[in-house]
């Protein structure tokens, strides 16, 4: 994403939130290829110089998720992991757990069933979260089978 995308990235949050801080955690977000957790990166600005708070990663991430800047998902911990939305339509993403690469995939069968739910049900304006996750083929290829696994 370029800059230019970036700063009409922060010209989406409040008026009055746009600080340096703030700019500066969307800058690092865009370099993240994959899902990060808020404290990885809290870690990762501050790794680049830069003073920020944690407080102000968790706002800035809220704000974003609720402008639709941003993708969740939660890790088999539990916590929120975020990656930055490319486009302006909710995706859907196939995470490794075990290195936790992501993988954007076509979904269109879930979005469809999905609004096909709703309608039959009455609803408008449905929103679900799916949560795809399994180990990716490098991890697969590093992991050493488990006792009895493989063995004849």
Known sequence: MSCGNVEQLARALPAGRRTRQRG???HVL???PDFVSAQQLHALTTADGIGVGLTTVYRTLRE???YGGVDVVRDDAGERLYRLRPS?????????RSCGRSRP???E???AWVDEI???AGFDAVEH???LSGICAACRSATPPLAGEGEQ
């Open 88 to 96: 302006g339509s909710h995706r859907h993403y196939l995470v490794c």
């Open 30 to 32: 865009v370099d993240c």
């Open 24 to 26: 500066a955690v969307l």
């Open 129 to 131: 979260t799916v949560e």
């Open 105 to 107: 995939v076509d979904a």
């Open 118 to 120: 709703g309608e039959s």
């Open 109 to 111: 069968v879930v979005e």
């Open 64 to 66: 974003l998720e609720a």
